[in-house]
């Protein structure tokens, strides 16, 4: 394969490091899978992932981020996307953005019998931070851009 040419999403191989979420949350989307399509082109600005969501998986624990917009786009498959207080059932062509610092926390839920697909977009704005509001998480960016996992209470995992 060349990164010279167009290349069908599918072909990008799956993204295969572990979540970095801790257990009992990471078995929570181990039926999610990601083709990191901005890493593969090198994009660097921000990162673009092709996402798949079995039946029954969720996209990402209920969550918010300080500095990353984020926005997703719907190719198949009905998932039901969770912002804040509401539900709304989403179709393919649907789509919805995050901004960041909104305190609005959001996830996709496949509830249903197929799988789901969409394009996630995100930013890549350093120092960023994720609250899980109904969770014992927390994930906080470093300078070097890697990630701490800490409980709310800021003790590491």
Known sequence: MTKNAPINAQQIPEYSAKSLYPEPFASMV????????GDYFGLTNFGINFTTLAPGSISALKHHHS?????????????????GDNEFLMSPGDCFGF?????MAHQ?????SSDVTYIEVG??????????????????QKN??????????????
């Open 144 to 157: 070097d851009g890697t990630w701490s996992v800490l409980h709310k209470d800021g003790s590491p995992y």
């Open 99 to 103: 901004k960041a610092n909104s305190g």
């Open 67 to 83: 500095k990353q917009d984020e926005f997703i786009y719907i190719i198949s498959g009905t998932p039901t996307l969770v912002y």
């Open 108 to 112: 996709l839920l496949n509830r249903s």
């Open 30 to 37: 181990k039926h999610r899978t990601r083709r990191k399509l």
């Open 123 to 140: 930013d890549r704005l350093p120092a960023d931070s994720v609250e899980y509001p109904y969770d014992d998480l927390a994930l906080v």
